[in-house]
């Protein structure tokens, strides 16, 4: 809950807040912004059939309005993601030092499965990921980090493609005379997976991938999504390349020489789109470097909360680089694990727990191994109460952080069947290997408040991206 001062900071400031968010983003948002709120059209979901309508590949409801980012915006976006994810990466040496027993007594597993995930190869340096991003008035921060392909948020290449058709999205690009982009992230994927392939020498070319699944996949809407996408990857990235792509479970493949198939077709690079399992052919055959696999085993265990505690409590630690800390101090938010003991906080040394306790209005609680915006507890959406109890019991747990409340600045987006209004945004870069590769969004009414999570009344959204302004700081004045 909003404090009396935040609550006037908030309706003297809100609209200027909201439209110098979307000037951050390019003046051509902006422009659009300042058009849909008065625009009858733009503000109906009937204006946009396509995006509306039952599909077999959206889970959840779309957003109506594209975000139109810069080109520069993007390319700094893409820098803090990939310097977030490499830091990420970087744990199990700059803090563990690979060390099995003391990765297993953080990540409490068993120690053998510690030694397993560390031993070469151990999958890194190709890893996929997503973030999950707030931008505030402070800054733009990376809340957590999932290093898993078992994720949401692929869908990218098919929603640009349907707003870019709907008539008034056409009309006003032309009016603005602008060249558009988008990133199909699913093809990126595609692309990456075959090039690290090739390039590992693992095929020569010919290079077939697996999508391992949770359950049967017979007869799957995405199956020719996939086909099709796969062939435009060969083209993009490997023209003289050949192969195919298929889904499956783990019960369809064979081990055999060391090397994973499925039916007659040797494997050179899977992609789970489960929880990796431990000691199964897919591992055994990547560990033998047979194949190449996203995820690693090493990745679900980094994708742990308190990872991003490891790095928010060494923002000064001469184990990173200057450029590194730097990084740190800018894009995540102070975070450490909840254990008994004294933490720093604004240069200060204090006692945990009372210090949650009394700053409950600016902090979050996460479990570590937690997926969903499940075990997420915000303090300001918290009685007193019921925040000293969690705070006990997750104490007690040993496995949970406390982190500092980000709070999103307003953009404005379609909501209802007419209408519009300020939403929080999660925004959601794709990071594969060290390269950028598309962002996702989450977005949800501010009014509703709490959780930005698709199982309430969030949305997905995507951005566009468009030429640097030259008319920069007009759309402000006007």
Not at 86 to 111: C, H, K, M, Q, T
Not at 163 to 189: D, K
Not at 205 to 212: D, F, G, K, R, T
Not at 340 to 363: D, K, M, S
Request: with cysteine; proline share 5%.
């Amino acid at each position: 809950m909003a404090t009396q001062h935040e609550e006037q900071h908030d309706t003297t400031n809100g609209e200027a807040d909201l439209w110098r968010a979307h000037q951050e983003l390019s003046e051509v948002d902006l422009r659009f912004r300042r058009l849909a709120r008065h625009d009858d059209e733009l503000q109906r979901r009937a204006t946009f059939p396509a995006l509306v309508a039952q599909s077999p590949y959206f889970q959840y409801r779309r957003q109506l309005w594209p975000t139109f980012a810069s080109r520069r915006w993007v390319r700094d976006f893409a820098v803090a993601s990939v310097g977030v994810n490499d830091l990420v990466r970087s744990v199990p040496g700059r803090v563990f030092g690979n060390d099995p027993a003391a990765l297993a007594r953080f990540y409490r597993i068993d120690e053998g499965q510690a030694r397993l995930a560390l031993s070469a190869p151990d999958g890194l340096a190709g890893a996929v990921g997503r973030a999950d991003f707030v931008i505030s008035r402070t800054g733009c921060w990376c809340v957590e980090l999932n290093l898993t392909a078992c994720l949401g948020g692929w869908e990218t290449g098919l929603m640009a493609p349907m707003l870019l058709e709907v008539p008034a999205i056409a009309r006003f690009i032309a009016a603005e005379g602008l060249a558009v982009g988008y990133s199909n992230t699913l093809r990126l994927l595609l692309a990456h997976v075959v090039r690290n392939a090739l390039a590992a020498g693992l095929a020569d070319a010919e290079v077939n991938v697996a999508v391992l699944c949770p359950r049967p996949v017979a007869g799957s809407p995405y199956a020719p999504l996939l086909v099709r996408e796969y062939a435009a990857a060969l083209a993009d990235c490997a023209p003289k390349a050949t192969g195919s792509i298929g889904m499956c479970v783990l019960a369809d493949l064979g081990e055999h020489g060391g090397r994973l198939w499925l039916g007659e077709r040797r494997l050179h690079a899977v992609i789970q789109w489960i929880m990796g399992p431990g000691d199964s052919a897919v591992v055994r055959c990547f560990k033998a470097g047979n194949l190449h696999l996203y995820d690693a085993p090493l990745c679900p265990l980094l994708s742990d909360k308190r990872t991003l505690a490891l790095l928010s409590e060494r923002a000064e630690s001469s184990v990173f680089t200057a450029a590194e800390r730097r990084i740190i101090r800018d894009h995540i938010p102070w975070t450490r694990l909840l254990v008994a003991g004294e933490i720093t906080f604004a240069g200060e040394r204090v006692a945990l727990p009372a210090f949650v306790l009394a700053r409950q209005h600016e902090l979050v609680l996460k479990k570590g191994q937690s997926q969903g915006g499940e075990a997420v507890i915000l303090g300001r959406f918290t009685s007193a109460a019921d925040w000293r109890s969690a705070v006990e019991a997750t104490m007690a747990a040993g496995d949970w952080i406390v982190q500092e409340y980000v709070e999103s600045l307003p953009f404005l987006f379609q909501e209802g069947d007419a209408g519009c209004s300020p939403h929080d945004v999660v925004w959601g870069p794709f990071v594969f290997g060290d390269a950028y590769a598309g962002t996702i969004l989450r977005l949800q009414p501010k009014a509703l408040g709490g959780i930005v999570n698709l199982s309430r009344e969030a949305t997905e959204g995507v951005i566009l991206e468009v030429d640097d302004d030259p008319r920069a700081g007009e759309a402000m004045s006007a």
